[in-house]
């Protein structure tokens, strides 16, 4: 049965940084693509990084580059997003995402505000 579960939200105050994790199960996790998605309140779904599989490429939305990095450790199935220099306009609930198997984790609320 696959599985995504994320943590590490929470409030951070703008400029501050957060690391968010989603641990994978039930699938072999090196060989599929994994994304961050976000969904800020009356606003769609929005792709933040997707990490291809190992060695493969990635990307970032426009809105987060050179702010968030995502990064995954095979040995413990489970992809990161580093969050930095955060803004009141990243606040949404974060989503952790493998396409190919149509599986998405509960999310994780992320609240930027002084």
């Known amino acids: 049965q696959v599985q995504l579960v994320e943590s590490g939200g929470g409030l951070v105050q703008p400029g501050g940084s957060l690391r968010l994790s989603c641990t994978a199960s039930?699938?072999?996790?090196?060989?599929?693509?994994m994304q961050w998605y976000r969904q800020a309140p009356g606003k769609e779904r929005e792709l933040v990084a997707t990490?291809?599989?190992?060695?493969?490429?990635?990307n970032y939305a426009d809105s987060v580059k050179g702010r968030f990095t995502i990064s995954r450790d095979v040995a413990k199935n489970t992809v990161y997003l580093q969050m930095n220099s955060l803004k009141p306009e990243d606040t949404a609930v974060y989503y952790c995402?493998?396409?190919?198997?149509?599986?998405w984790g509960q999310g994780t609320q992320v609240t930027v505000s002084s």
């Open positions: 995402c493998a396409p190919t198997l149509a599986s």
């Open positions: 990490a291809d599989s190992i060695g493969g490429s990635i």
């Open positions: 039930g699938f072999t996790f090196s060989m599929y693509i």
